[in-house]
């Protein structure tokens, strides 16, 4: 309580006059304001004592109260209160009731009107003292009066705020004067302030009193305005009435208009929380040094992932540009907080500002996307690159899993790649179609060579029977033709890096990538296998299928790559949602990924396979009798091993073969077969008679369909994967001499075919 009175005697200070600032310093000791009645207590006919007048409203004692003093004054006067005869006895100092209620008329409450006026609750206050005094129902004019008798909470009707957010106003407000009535900021402020309950700001006891030595009543004491005028409660406080504020201080022009944008923003943001924001001007929220936009509180500061590479000029700006900045707290006041200023960073910030892994992949995209986020609505800025949407998703580059391309160093009829991705065409590079149609073509000529090859050696097969070959035969032939597919790659390696402009291509790299082409293998090994068994020529088979292992395995250098660079890349999950070419790309990773598949299942497959086939024909007997023979005989763990390995496969093959022969006996009873397969039956290390004959060749046959089928998949996610590859590497892959290299990789592929057929 002490508090409050303190300030509005403070408040009110300025304007009282020097009289009553006397009276309430004396009377300002005892201030006691409960339980006190207002109604007179000695009434000597008509006149009463100052002491029992009610005491001064609260805005009568913030204005020149020289006329209300003089108004009192006239009817007070001194009096005999106690007669002994004719003598007095005792004179007082009384104030006649009836003066007064003419002396209160309208002229006099009429100067005191318009201050009084602007707050609802300081009228009412003085219309209740001026019903006491003089019994009036109107201040002013009859009437004026109406509706204050009934407050409630929703006369304040913009609704009040506690004083203490003038703490949130900058100086050059609260030191402000209203631009109109040249009236002080804090003296509009106790002019619209009241008080939870109302209160006393002096004697309490003893409101009025003649000064003998003024010659003047003075006020000892004055009633604060009460919240509960409004039959209403608020929390104890001092609080004053936003409307009477709002319209008695004049903000134009804005007093913080010179002194610097924190101030002018706290300003802005004290009159927009009090006020609304109909007293700023329309584009009042353009400059505001606020951290919704202009600033980025200091906490919240993050940098991308690349601040490793992030030069010292970039990382200091934070503490070049570190200021103050106002946060609006829940009720729309500013709240000082360290801030880093929005604009200044980003005028000395680009895309290029950062090098290193801030221009690589995922960090390039965090750190595209942080830079945007960060300056893209900063007026004037211009820091990213036209194609910085490209940027921020995986570019063509990103996505090729290896980090070399093929294409000329230095030619000036190559568009030079300034940044990755903005790739355009070029007259030098074949097109894409171009690069897969060399692919189609050796696949066609391989079969070609094949199938013809397959026709003359059936015509010679059908003279003798060719199994008499070399047992080791399929496994020379199959390397042989593996070779001469490496030799191929080798040599049109050799090729493009001897072309100028291509010295950078790396030999090994290429030659490995070249490996994974599709072949044509399924189908040589399926025409071999839809022949009549007399035609059958297993070694071809048997090699065709060895050298596709061979190739295979190397080419699983790159599939495996592939695929983890896309499971490390998030490729699998959606990273390539938003890619510029996003689809070849998938196609290219799928293709991967189902090549990876089919492996992995084509040799759980062969180990369930050769295990069937080796239980089926008990081979266990027949082996341990081997191996301690080898032990014995030879020294070399891996000669015994591919001996065993060439057994088996022989094994597999006359499975195959007695497969066939049984089929065909059911089929066309041909004396040649049987004959052969007599023939044949003396060769074999065991005897094909009894049960367990026909399951192990149906297991046998089993495989074989296996092995095609996980053939032509696989020669399938090939195609896809570089399908997808060269649509998605483009100029990046960009072979010289296409032409040649076709008939290179032709003429060894029809090589190869023809050594695998015979
Ligand atoms: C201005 O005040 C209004 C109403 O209180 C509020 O919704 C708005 O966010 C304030 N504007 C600013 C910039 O603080
Ligand atoms: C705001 O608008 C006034 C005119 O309406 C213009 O004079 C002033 O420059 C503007 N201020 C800003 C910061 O845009
Ligand atoms: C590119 O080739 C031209 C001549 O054809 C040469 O002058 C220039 O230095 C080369 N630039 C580079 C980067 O090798
Ligand atoms: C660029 O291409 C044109 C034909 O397209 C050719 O005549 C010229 O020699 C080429 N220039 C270089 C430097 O390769």
């Not at 318009?114 to 003085?126: E, H, T």
């Not at 065409?425 to 079969?447: D, H, M, P, R, Y």
């Not at 597919?485 to 010295?503: D, H, R």
């Amino acid at each position: 309580m002490k508090i409050s009175s303190t300030r509005l005697v403070l408040l009110t200070a300025g304007v009282h006059g020097v009289a009553a600032r006397e009276a309430l310093q004396s009377a300002a000791v005892n201030a006691n304001g409960e339980g006190r009645t207002l109604t007179p207590q000695n009434n000597y006919n008509g006149w009463v004592n100052p002491e029992d007048l009610a005491p001064m409203p609260q805005c009568i004692a913030q204005q020149d109260q020289s006329t209300w003093l003089s108004t009192m004054t006239k009817c007070t006067s001194k009096q005999c209160t106690s007669h002994f005869g004719f003598i007095c006895t005792h004179h007082q100092w009384l104030t006649q009731l009836s003066c007064l209620s003419i002396g209160f008329s309208s002229d006099v409450i009429e100067g005191y009107l318009p201050y009084c006026g602007r707050s609802v609750l300081a009228k009412a206050q003085l219309y209740l003292w001026i019903r006491k005094i003089t019994g009036r129902t109107w201040l002013v004019d009859v009437g004026d009066a109406n509706g204050l008798q009934n407050l409630s909470p929703a006369s304040l009707a913009e609704g009040y705020a506690a004083v203490d957010v003038t703490y949130n106003a900058p100086t050059c407000l609260t030191g402000s004067v209203s631009a109109l009535s040249m009236e002080p900021f804090q003296h509009v402020m106790a002019s619209c302030s009241f008080t939870s309950t109302t209160q006393h700001t002096g004697n309490a006891a003893r409101p009025w009193e003649y000064s003998e030595s003024l010659r003047s009543m003075i006020a000892l004491d004055f009633e604060t305005v009460g919240y509960d005028l409004t039959r209403g409660s608020i929390g104890y406080g001092d609080y004053f009435d936003k409307e009477c504020f709002c319209s008695a201080f004049a903000i134009e022009p804005e007093p913080c208009s010179s002194s610097g944008q924190l101030d002018l923003t706290k300003e802005r943001l004290w009159i927009n929380a009090t006020c609304g924001s109909t007293l700023l001007p329309d584009n009042w929220t353009d400059i505001l040094k606020t951290t919704e936009f202009a600033c980025i509180p200091i906490e919240d500061w993050h940098w991308p992932m690349c601040v490793v590479d992030m030069p010292k000029q970039v990382i200091e700006l934070t503490d070049q540009c570190a200021t103050d900045a106002c946060e609006p707290d829940s009720s729309g006041y500013c709240k000082v907080k360290r801030a880093v200023d929005r604009a200044c960073f980003c005028r000395d910030i680009s895309y290029d500002s950062c090098g290193g892994s801030c221009q690589i992949f995922e960090t390039r995209i965090d750190y595209i996307n942080w830079l945007h986020d960060l300056c893209s609505n900063v007026q004037d800025w211009h820091g990213l690159p036209d194609n910085w949407r490209q940027l921020a998703a995986p570019t063509p580059l990103d996505m090729i899993p290896w980090r070399w391309t093929i294409k000329p160093s230095n030619d000036s009829n190559i568009t030079y790649i300034t940044r990755l991705g903005s790739i355009k065409s070029t007259e030098t590079c074949a097109s894409n179609e171009w690069k897969l149609g060399s692919f189609a073509l050796v696949n066609i000529a391989t079969f070609f060579a094949a199938f013809l090859r397959q026709r003359t050696s059936i015509h010679r097969i059908a003279r003798g029977f060719q199994w008499h070959q070399h047992p080791w035969c399929w496994f020379f032939k199959g390397t042989l033709i593996a070779a001469l597919q490496l030799l191929a790659n080798w040599f049109n390696t050799l090729l493009v890096q001897k072309t100028p402009g291509y010295e950078d291509v790396p030999v090994i790299q290429l030659m490995l990538l070249w490996c994974s082409m599709p072949r044509l293998a399924w189908l040589t090994i399926l025409l071999i296998g839809v022949q009549p068994f007399e035609a059958m020529n297993f070694s071809a088979a048997a090699s065709s299928l060895f050298a596709e292992v061979i190739l295979q395995f190397v080419s699983s250098y790159y599939m495996v790559m592939t695929v983890n660079y896309g499971r490390e890349h998030d490729f699998y999950f959606g990273a390539l949602e938003r890619a510029d070419r996003g689809i070849p790309a998938k196609i290219m990773y799928a293709g991967a990924l189902i090549w990876l598949f089919i492996i992995s299942l084509a040799l759980v497959q062969l180990i369930r396979a050769t295990c069937k086939v080796n239980r089926l024909t008990g081979s266990g007997s027949l082996d341990l009798p081997k191996w301690q023979r080898g032990k014995q005989t030879t020294s070399s763990i891996a000669e015994e091993l591919m001996a065993q390995l060439n057994e088996r496969c022989t094994r597999l093959m006359e499975q195959l073969a007695y497969y066939w022969m049984d089929k065909s006996r059911d089929s066309e009873e041909t004396p040649l077969t049987s004959s052969e397969g007599g023939d044949y039956r003396v060769y074999g290390t065991f005897s094909v008679k009894g049960q367990n004959n026909w399951a192990s060749q149906k297991a046998s046959v089993e495989l074989y369909a296996a092995t095609v089928i996980s053939m032509l998949l696989l020669w399938i996610a090939q195609w896809l994967f570089w399908g997808g590859f060269i649509s998605l590497s483009s100029e990046e892959f960009c072979p010289p001499k296409l032409g040649v290299l076709t008939a290179v990789w032709i003429a060894f592929s029809v090589a190869g075919a023809t050594i695998g057929a015979t």
